[in-house]
């Protein structure tokens, strides 16, 4: 504050105006030493009363003709507060003290003048509402005196007294006859009355009464200890309201609102009542009395959640976490919509009878000549375009053992199947085995007899054969067509070609290819530069690319498709064998290929499946006696520990399947961890945790995971033949197991006397009954058929002489090593131990 606006005290201020408005700087203090100035304005209270200092006495001029009306004695004014004596100049605190002073007084004149405004409005809003009503009351009292007395005559000179006004009855009106009496009494001065301001009274405030915008709550009431308190604020008031209407509403009896309640598999009880539209805690004591403790986190199944919804009315709407699959398949197609599509022909035999290189001659390709040792390992999908124009789809299953599931999924997903039988070599296991499930499958099959041109082949002797099994060719009577060829020298190929057509004729094949597409994973691999494959054959509709598709528990969009020569394709119709690129991963061989409409339904139905194997495979099953026995049966035998890596899922699924297979009772195969691609870094790290060795079928480790290998010790073996693969892991088993120990029993022997040898030691007098007894053989001692010892010879006597054998009929004294517990009439046996390699 500069030196000019300082008050000076003691001067003579100038005659002029007095200022209602004071401008200052107040200074005000923070925290942490911070300090601000601001501007201030006081508008000072203009006061007015009287020369002499006394309070103003509020004059009411009344007419001359009726004096005033005794009124109630006035309310005493309070006095003004006495001025604060003056500070001396140059005291700051006493300055500051001043204007805070002059803060408060200014709020306190704003706060007064809003009240007092309040107040005025309240009143004459009481007044008005008070004389309509009274208005209101006169009115009907007129009505109904009218009516009472219709026939009364009207009074010939009515006083004036009785002409008076509705507005005459009030109060007002009443005092002032009376009060202009008095005045003639008293002789005043008669004339108009002069007007009177009439001064509403001020309610008294009381602490429990509703004071709206009363303020706030201010230094200067919180010292002077202000009665009325701090009034309720408007939120505070529409709070209240809005209370009160809610329990106005709640109290009025309303029909309750059934709701359908839509529950699944399973619900916790809050979701539960939340659907309900209900509290959880009445949803629990419903529980509670049921005899269920459960709280509102509690997941009860749908049963439970079934007789809550009853219990309170409502309609309940099951559904399952399965029902998002529904819809999948699409709707049946209708016959005018249906197409001649081309016939699936699936080729199956045992091992080794060319059934790959009577593809080979039928396509005109070489592909057995790219197979691990001539035999095929994985399924095979292929088209050829026969001479007549016509497409036939062939599927190349494997012939070995252990690709059974393979050969059962070709026979579900064809449409006709040639059995290939060697001429020479006549029905073998899995000719037997392929014939069961093209029989399952329901399929017309055709036999072909192949290496007819082999000097030891005898067709007549195949046809035989097919007997037993219930397979009547047509040269013998029956309906299945048989067709002698030679996939090596290319003869009678045109006659299989004719058979597989007039039989697909017979069938009538047809699709519609105006559909999303639908199909079969035939195969599916890792592949390192494309990433997830399957080779998918396609059964209705059409696969584009772009299109969105879920297959088992995995998901994608086409990116590209790829048929049977490498060439990519736009689409892929009925019947036609393509692999698929866009795969999220790697899908099981048999899984159900589908087109759907967008991705999230493709997101939700795969994460349904694979929510759903993950159940399977942590579930256990419930114990009893019988597991728990099995359990312990299952611990005692040794586990051999192996990780599978495959090119393709169906390879891989079939080894696990042949590596079970050799378990025993002895020795029991673990497969940690089977999939497919290369040999990654994991599964070395897997491996040597578990002292496990890395099966290769078909691949091979990186560097990084070889370079990991060496360091840890793990055996990685690669195979590309299952023959070798399985003989392997079955030698490895046996070896784990060591070899077979065998007992020979060479000697028995009656003990008949007890000897002392030595100072310790005892010998045994014997009488041999059987066989032999040798120094250094294995010895049992029984007693009362107990065995009480087991050890070995130590020294072998006859007489007094030393001798390496003795033989039945002869008498001889022993010494057991490290045991003295023997008796006349024990029985003294020997044996030799035969280690043999122990197979599977």
């Not at 219709?150 to 008076?164: D, G, I, S, T, V």
């Not at 005459?168 to 108009?192: C, H, I, L, Q, W």
């Not at 009488?767 to 050890?791: P, Q, S, T």
């Amino acid at each position: 504050m500069s030196d000019d606006n300082k008050p000076k005290l003691g001067a003579r201020a100038p005659l002029g105006i007095k200022r209602t408005v004071d401008v200052g700087k107040v200074k005000q203090s923070f925290s942490h030493g911070r300090t601000k100035s601001v501007v201030v304005e006081v508008k000072r209270r203009r006061v007015l009363g009287r020369p002499d200092g006394a309070p103003e006495e509020t004059v009411v001029e009344t007419a001359p003709e009726a004096p005033a009306p005794v009124a109630a004695p006035p309310k005493p004014v309070a006095e003004a507060p006495k001025p604060r004596p003056a500070a001396a100049p140059n005291d700051l605190m006493s300055r500051q003290e001043r204007q805070a002073q002059l803060l408060r007084e200014a709020e306190e004149a704003r706060l007064q003048m809003l009240e007092d405004q309040r107040r005025r409005e309240e009143t004459a809003r009481a007044e008005a509402a008070e004389a309509e009503r009274r208005r209101a009351e006169e009115k009907r009292r007129e009505e109904e005196t009218r009516e009472a007395a219709p026939a009364a005559p009207e009074p010939a000179a009515p006083e004036p007294q009785a002409a008076a006004t509705p507005a005459a009855s009030t109060p007002a009106a009443k005092r002032e006859p009376a009060a202009a009496d008095d005045d003639n009494n008293r002789g005043v001065r008669r004339g108009p009355p002069l007007p009177v301001r009439k001064e509403a009274p001020k309610p008294a405030r009381g602490r429990g009464e509703d004071h709206r915008r009363s303020g706030k709550l201010t230094v200067t009431r919180a010292l002077e200890g202000d009665e009325n308190g701090r009034a309720r604020s408007l939120a505070a008031l529409r709070r209240a309201r809005e209370k009160e209407r809610r329990a106005h509403i709640g109290g009025a009896n309303q029909a309750k609102q059934v709701r359908d309640v839509v529950v699944p598999e399973a619900i916790t009880v809050q979701e539960l009542a939340n659907r309900m539209a209900e509290k959880g805690a009445d949803l629990v004591k419903a529980l509670f009395k049921m005899g269920s403790m459960a709280t509102i986190n509690t997941t009860i199944d749908q049963d439970t959640a079934e007789l809550l919804v009853t219990e309170f009315g409502h309609n309940i709407k099951r559904v399952s976490d399965s029902d998002v699959e529904i819809g999948l398949e699409g709707e049946a197609d209708n016959d005018t919509d249906l197409l001649p599509r081309p016939p699936v022909v699936t080729i199956m035999g045992h091992v080794d009878h060319g059934k790959t290189s009577l593809l080979d001659a039928l396509r005109g390709t070489d592909v057995v000549s790219g197979e691990a040792g001539g035999i095929t390992q994985h399924i095979g999908a292929y088209q050829v375009k026969v001479a007549t124009g016509d497409i036939v789809t062939f599927l190349d299953t494997p012939g070995h053992e252990a690709f059974t599931e393979m050969r059962g999924r070709g026979a579900n997903v064809t449409d006709i199947v040639v059995l290939v039988v060697a001429g020479d070599d006549g029905l073998k296991p899995q000719s037997i085995e392929a014939i069961s499930h093209t029989k399952a499958a329901g399929v017309p099959m055709i036999v072909a007899i192949n290496k007819s041109d082999k000097p030891g082949s005898k067709p007549q002797k195949v046809r035989e054969e097919l007997l037993q099994h219930e397979v009547v060719v047509e040269d013998m009577g029956g309906d299945v067509q048989d067709v002698e060829v030679s996939a090596l020298k290319k003869t009678n190929l045109d006659k299989l070609l004719d058979a597989i057509l007039m039989q697909a004729e017979l069938l009538e094949l047809k699709a519609n290819p105006n559909r999303p597409g639908e199909g079969t994973v035939i195969e599916a691999k890792l592949d390192k530069g494309r990433g997830p494959v399957a080779t998918v054959l396609v059964s209705r509709g059409t696969v584009r690319v772009g299109d969105i598709f879920v297959v088992g528990a995995e998901w994608g969009k086409v990116r590209a498709l790829v048929d049977d020569r490498g060439v990519q394709v736009k689409e892929a119709g009925p019947s036609k064998p393509v692999e698929v690129l866009g795969l999220s991963g790697t899908p099981m061989a048999g899984d159900v290929f589908a087109v759907v409409e967008n991705e999230a339904r493709a997101r939700e139905i795969a994460a349904y499946r694979a929510s759903v194997l993950q159940r399977k495979r942590t579930t256990q099953a419930p114990a009893n006696l019988e597991t728990m026995f099995s359990a312990l049966k299952e611990k005692q035998a040794l586990e051999y520990p192996l990780i599978v890596k495959g090119d393709v899922q169906g390879s891989v699924e079939a080894i696990v399947a042949a590596v079970n297979r050799i378990s025993t009772d002895d020795i029991k195969a673990r497969v940690l961890h089977s999939g497919v691609g290369g040999i990654t870094e994991s599964d070395v790290t897997l491996a040597g945790a578990s002292g496990a060795p890395i099966i290769g079928f078909g691949v091979r480790a990186n560097a990084k995971a070889r370079e990991i290998a060496e360091q840890r010790g793990v055996a990685l073996k690669y195979y590309d033949v299952i023959y070798d693969l399985v003989d392997d892991v079955k030698a490895a088993m046996a070896g784990q197991l060591g070899p077979e120990k065998i007992e020979h029993v060479v000697g028995r022997a009656e003990i008949r006397e007890v000897f002392q040898a030595g100072k310790h030691g005892k010998a045994a007098g014997l009488l041999v009954l059987e066989g032999f007894i040798r120094k250094a053989l294995k010895a049992r001692v029984m007693r009362d058929d107990v065995i009480i010892y087991n050890g070995s010879v130590s020294s072998l006597r006859r007489f007094k002489d030393d001798v390496a054998e003795v033989r039945a009929g002869l008498e001889c004294g022993v010494t057991l090593e490290a045991t003295t517990d023997i008796k006349a009439g024990d029985y003294l046996e020997t044996f030799e131990v035969e280690e043999r390699e122990r197979t599977l």
